[in-house]
Each structure stands twice: as structure tokens, then as C-alpha cells.
């Protein structure tokens, strides 16, 4: 039957049934970017107390939150078609259109300080070491060394999938791996470093050989390091993982609430990106074209790929939060008789890697180190927004980044390529499936076409398209091409028109999506619902 003929026995359908939908869309044109960057006056640091931190997300808020009965709410942060727009938060890049390989290899942009570096301050003790240096041409960085036990881990890491999440669309800072000598290190007059318990002391020489004597050295004398060029604009603190903040007006919807930071969760679980905190992101006050605002970054990937766990020694890492009530408790009562799903991992034999594997991969259970509330948050919704982008990295985006961390064992960047494939495809295949994977939507008069994700990703061999009444009863159904297309007839009325449609793979079928559209000569589409609740 043709789509023109079906198109008839579909208005029939529609007029006999009447209209099961009120209009939820308007109709106008889909915002593809949100006015938040308005200007506004210059807002107060927003402090990172560390202890305070860590009893909230562990205990008290925990507690807070479990007893507030929170009904469940999705993202706030979309459009129409349920996607995140371009915001201060978030810039759409390979989710909706083609990025190159060179472009990943290039990230947020920059290139590595040029020597000599005048050291300006400096952090000593904690985690991985780092200064704050002015190079040959006035450029402000902040430089971070490996250490012996893991030479090449934090900065090959970081360059390598801070270049990933620059190609999702999230705000991040320009980071290299380069390489320096003793030499090329001054030290500026004034200079200071903060130890382990935030104190403030002067930076010498004798800090600075002690510092470099914890960091590796090439074969040829000269130093690792990876740059991260200071953002433009001045820092006010990390974003609070829930609420807003009171003192920028164009911060209106709950951190909480936002697509970007609950769909952050698949990617940080895709990347091994559990070092997620609230000192881990950035907001930087900001002037652009006469406007003074917020815009907001997330930094520091240095544990990300199993960092976390080798230098953290957590062979746990991205099973358990570093306290977790749930599967430690559960440990406890089984007095040891249950095993752990990562008991009796192996770790791969380069130490710039460390614990990082597909094989033991579960994209659902994985958690973060610290618990970060948009990932309690996460939904049906968010994830397969986040998987959606995920797919869309091809093997040429993956080894581009990768050759960025400049990894000297070949075996070892080829591993981690095939690996983040293989998570790859099993984040599509816990997200992209668990839905109507129907995307791609084009609409026409007499039929609107799409491409079902699962078959064209290779996640699901064939399928069928259908199109449901208000009682499940299937009114129409498309069958999929070899790489996912298919079409359904649409009234060529132009009355709003409400289709419910889902995905079967033999008796297997997915929660229906809403499509929302006008048809006629302007046939076009409203408004998507993903998953219907």
C-alpha cells in the first residue's frame, strides 16, 4: 500500500477515534539555543568547603533527600524535542552535526605554555602537585606532573578525555601533555604554595626540586607535564550539585534538573570519569560582546580511565561510591560471603592506564566516587540523550583523542581505543534500547520518516516501527531498512496530531515515545515525548 493511501486510511482512523491528546506543543520553531547568558553584576566566589561537602553528599543531605519522598521529574533543561539547546552550559557539537577527527584532536583549542615558565604559585601535597606558571608570551597556565607510581596516568588521561567531553559540547579548558626541562622553571619574587591543609607558605627552590623529585623522568632528563591554560573571565567557584545560584539571575533551573549534568552520568560512566565533584567544575565571570555572565566549565579529568582507582588504590572504583550504604552494607551483613562485582579485577599492565576494562563494564550499575545528585537523577530520558551523542563517535574520534594523551606504549593507546569502543556499544546498549530508539525525525506531507539508532549502531538486527492506539492496538507499522529508516503515513489534515509509536524486535517491544506534529502542505513537527510514563 502506498504512503498516499495510507495517509487516507490514517485520517479516517484519526477522525472516527477523536483526539486522545490535548496540544502540549506549541507550535512555533524549536529552540536550539536558551538566553542565559544576559549580564548580570559580578557574583561572590562560591566557596568549596571540602568537609562540609563530603557530609552532605555522604550523610546528611543523603538523609535530607531519602526522607523528602521526592517525586520523580525530568530534565527542565530541553526543548521540544527533547534535547539540550545551547546554553552556558552547554555548546551542541557532534550530537548535531559532523565533527571532524582533527577537530577532536584539537579540544577546546591552545597549544602547551612556551618556555621559559615563571612559576607564580604553586600547590604542594594531596593529589598530583601542580604550579601556576606565565610563559614566554604572557599566557597564565596551571602545569600537573605524574608521579613515579604512575608515570603518563593523570596527564594522559586528562588530555584524552577532556578532548571527549570538548566534542560532546560541555565547556572545558585547553590541556596538553608537553614535555620541559629544570631549567626552563623560574620562580617569581612573592611566590607562594598551598600544603595538604590549605596553608599558605613561600615557594623556593628547594619546594620546587622536592616537588619535581615525586615526578618521573624521561630518559632524556626533561619533565611530563600537562598544561591547562587559565579560562578567560574570573573564577567563582564550582556549580552546586543541586539548587541554583542566588546570586546569578540567569541560573534559573535546579542543578539537579539539567539535562547536562544528569546525562553527564553516562558519559563520566563511558569515560571512567568518577572523580565528579563540586570542585571539579568551574564558573568563570566572563565578558562577551559588552555582557558580563557566568559561564560554566568542568576541569580536571586527571583520574578519569581508571586514574581514580590506581592512584586512589580504590579497586572498587565506578562499583561504589567511596562510602556506600547500599553495597557496603550489603557486604557487611553477608558477613564476606558475597562477592563484590569487582573482586578479582585485573589490572592492565601499563601503569598510565591502570584499572580500566570493558569486560566488567555495566553502564546501569557503574556510580562515581562521590556521590553527585543529577546522577540520582538520571532517567530513560537523559540517558538516551547522552547515549545518542556517545554513538556518534566513530573509531577516527577515539584514536585522535587518545594520541593526544601521548602515550609511550603503543599497545597501551591501542587497548584503551578498543575498550572505549566496547563501552561504547554498551552504553548504547543499555540506553539506546531501553527505549523507542526513533530518531532522526523528517516530516513531509503524507509521512513523517526516521531512523531507528539500535539497527543503525548494529546494537539490534531489524525491527519494526509501529504506531499505537490509546489501548496498545497497533493502527500501522513500518519495517526497518538495513541501516534503519523507515517511514509512516501522516494525515494530511493540519490538526494537531498525536502519534505513539514504538520499536519490536520480534516479541520484543519497547516503551512507546510520543510524536507530536501537524500535517497538511506545512506538515512539521512539534514536539517529542521520549518516554512515556
Given amino acids: 500500500m502506498s504512503l498516499h493511501h495510507r495517509a487516507g486510511i490514517v485520517a479516517l482512523t484519526a477522525l472516527l477515534a477523536g483526539c486522545a491528546y490535548a496540544p502540549r506543543f506549541k507550535d512555533q520553531p524549536i529552540v536550539w539555543k536558551v538566553d542565559d547568558a544576559r549580564s548580570i553584576a559580578e557574583p561572590e566566589e562560591n566557596e568549596y568547603l571540602k568537609l562540609q561537602y563530603f557530609a552532605d553528599v555522604f550523610a546528611l543531605r543523603r538523609l535530607e533527600r531519602a526522607m523528602e519522598l521526592r517525586d520523580h521529574e525530568p530534565a527542565h533543561s530541553t526543548n521540544a524535542l527533547d534535547e539540550a539547546p545551547d546554553s552556558t552550559w552547554f555548546q551542541n557539537r557532534i550530537g548535531r552535526r559532523d565533527v571532524s577527527a582533527e577537530e577532536v584532536a584539537r579540544g577546546a583549542g591552545g597549544a602547551p605554555p612556551e618556555p621559559p615558565l615563571t612559576i607564580t604559585g604553586a600547590k604542594v601535597g594531596g593529589g598530583n602537585a601542580g604550579f601556576l606558571v606565565e610563559d614566554a608570551k604572557k599566557k597564565k597556565f596551571l602545569i600537573k606532573f605524574d608521579r613515579h607510581e604512575n608515570p603518563e596516568m593523570q596527564t594522559g588521561s586528562d588530555a584524552i578525555v577532556v578532548r571527549l567531553f570538548w566534542a560532546m559540547g560541555y565547556n572545558v579548558p585547553s590541556d596538553n601533555v608537553f614535555t620541559l626541562r ?22 623556593t627552590t628547594r619546594e620546587l626540586d622536592a616537588v619535581l623529585a615525586t615526578s618521573p623522568r624521561l630518559p632524556d632528563g626533561a619533565y611530563r607535564a600537562l598544561s591547562s591554560e587559565l579560562l578567560p573571565g574570573k573564577p567563582k567557584g564550582g556549580c552546586s550539585p543541586e539548587g541554583v545560584r542566588g546570586d546569578d539571575p540567569n541560573d534559573r533551573i535546579p542543578h539537579e534538573h539539567r539535562r547536562e549534568l544528569r546525562g553527564l552520568r553516562v558519559f563520566s560512566a563511558w569515560l571512567g570519569h568518577t572523580d565528579m565533584k563540586q570542585d571539579n567544575t568551574l564558573d568563570m ?31 572498587e572504583d565506578g562499583f561504589e561510591h567511596f562510602l556506600d550504604w547500599e553495597n557496603q552494607g550489603k557486604a557487611l551483613v553477608a558477613f564476606g560471603l558475597w562477592k563484590r562485582p569487582w573482586e578479582g579485577r585485573i589490572r592492565t599492565p601499563w601503569l598510565s592506564i591502570g584499572t580500566f576494562a570493558a569486560d566488567d563494564f555495566d553502564p546501569r550499575a557503574w556510580r562515581e566516587a562521590y556521590p553527585y545528585f543529577p546522577f540520582f537523577e538520571t532517567d530513560a530520558s537523559d540517558g538516551y ?19 593526544a594523551g601521548r602515550l609511550s606504549h603503543p599497545e597501551a593507546a591501542r587497548y584503551l581505543v578498543e575498550t572505549l569502543i566496547r563501552r561504547q556499544r554498551k552504553v548504547g546498549s543499555a540506553y539506546l534500547e531501553a527505549v523507542t530508539p526513533f530518531d532522526e525525525l523528517t516530516i513531509r506531507p503524507g509521512a513523517v520518516c526516521g531512523v531507528d539508532l539500535g539497527v543503525r549502531y548494529g546494537l539490534a538486527t531489524g525491527g519494526v516501527v509501529e504506531r499505537l492506539g490509546d489501548h496498545d492496538e497497533v493502527l500501522d507499522s513500518a519495517t526497518v531498512t538495513a541501516n534503519g529508516a523507515a517511514c509512516l503515513a501522516i494525515p494530511e489534515h493540519d490538526r494537531y496530531t498525536v502519534y505513539r509509536l514504538r520499536t519490536r524486535r520480534g516479541r520484543d517491544v519497547r516503551r512507546a515515545m510520543q510524536l507530536h506534529f501537524k500535517g497538511g502542505p506545512r506538515a512539521r513537527i512539534l514536539g517529542v515525548i521520549r518516554y512515556e510514563i
Fill in 182 to 203: 629544570r631549567e626552563e622553571l623560574m620562580i617569581a619574587d612573592g611566590s607562594t604554595f598551598t600544603d595538604a591543609l590549605g596553608e599558605k607558605h613561600p615557594f
Fill in 285 to 315: 565571570y566572563v565578558e562577551d560582546g559588552g555582557r558580563r555572565y557566568l559561564r560554566h566549565y568542568l576541569v580536571d579529568f586527571g583520574e578519569a580511565l581508571g586514574g581514580h582507582a590506581g592512584e586512589k588504590d580504590r579497586s
Fill in 385 to 403: 540523550w547522552a547515549a545518542k551523542i556517545t554513538m556518534r563517535f566513530e573509531r577516527k574520534h577515539i584514536e585522535a583523542a587518545v594520541a
